[in-house]
C-alpha cells in the first residue's frame, strides 16, 4: 500500500507542476479573488483562530464571520467540491485574501485544487495505460465480480473453488460468452486484494 501511496504523490506533483494546471489554478485563483477579495468590515481585528473556532463552533455573533462562511460555500459551490471536505480550507483561503495574505492564500487554494489534480492524474494515467495495449477488460466482470461478492458475504468460509464455481453456473445460465474459470479466479484474488487495507 505504501508503494501506491509513493505513487500517487509523484502523480500528484508531476501533475501540480503541469502548465495547464498552474494557468486553470491561476485563472479560478484570480476568480476567487475578484469575488471575495474585498475586505469585510472588522476583519482587520480578527486571527485565523477566531474564524477556524467560530467556523467549527459558531459561537457568539459575528457577522464578519458569518459572511466569509457564506462566501466559502459559494467558492465550493463554484469550484464543484465538497464544502464538507473543503470548507475548513476555503474559509481560510478567503480570509487570508482579505487580509491581503495572497502566500498563505493560495496555500490553501491548492487544497482547494485537489479534485483538479486527481482529475488530472486520472486522465494522465489513462492515457499512460491505455499506451501499454493489452485486451480490454471482460464485459461480464463488474457482473462477475458482484457475484462473488454476494456468494462470500452469504458464504464466509466457502473455497475460492465454490465461489469460482458460482459465479461460472450463473454467468453461463445468461451469456454464452462467460469467461474461464482461470480468468475469474484472477479478478476474484485481485479484488479481494483491493479490498485488504494493507495488501
Known amino acids: 500500500m505504501i508503494a501506491r501511496i509513493e505513487a500517487m504523490r509523484i502523480l500528484d506533483e508531476q501533475s501540480a ?61 463554484e469550484m464543484h467540491i465538497s464544502k464538507k471536505i473543503y470548507g475548513v480550507s476555503a474559509v481560510c483561503c478567503i480570509f487570508m485574501m482579505q487580509k491581503k495574505e495572497h502566500e498563505i492564500a493560495r496555500s490553501f487554494f491548492t487544497v482547494l485544487m485537489r479534485p483538479l489534480v486527481a482529475l488530472y492524474r486520472t486522465r494522465t494515467d489513462a492515457q499512460r495505460r491505455g499506451l501499454q495495449g493489452g485486451r480490454p477488460p471482460s464485459a461480464h466482470k463488474v457482473e462477475g465480480l458482484r457475484i462473488a461478492r454476494e456468494f462470500r458475504a452469504g458464504n464466509p468460509s466457502a473455497p475460492m473453488v465454490s465461489v469460482v464455481n ?34
Do not use: M
Request: proline share 4%; net charge negative; aromatic share 8%.
Open 17 to 77: 507542476s503541469r502548465g495547464q494546471y498552474k494557468e486553470v489554478s491561476q485563472q479560478l485563483y484570480s476568480l476567487a479573488r475578484q469575488l471575495f477579495g474585498e475586505p469585510t468590515a472588522g476583519i482587520e481585528l480578527l486571527t485565523l483562530d477566531d474564524v477556524l473556532n467560530f467556523y467549527q463552533y459558531k459561537e457568539g455573533d459575528h457577522p464578519s464571520l458569518s459572511l466569509i462562511i457564506k462566501q466559502s460555500h459559494v467558492l465550493c459551490k
Open 166 to 199: 458460482e459465479v461460472i453456473a450463473r454467468l453461463t445460465s445468461t451469456h454464452t460468452d462467460a469467461p474461464s474459470a482461470r480468468t475469474i479466479k484472477r479478478w476474484i484474488i485481485a479484488d479481494e486484494q483491493s479490498e485488504r487495507p494493507y495488501a
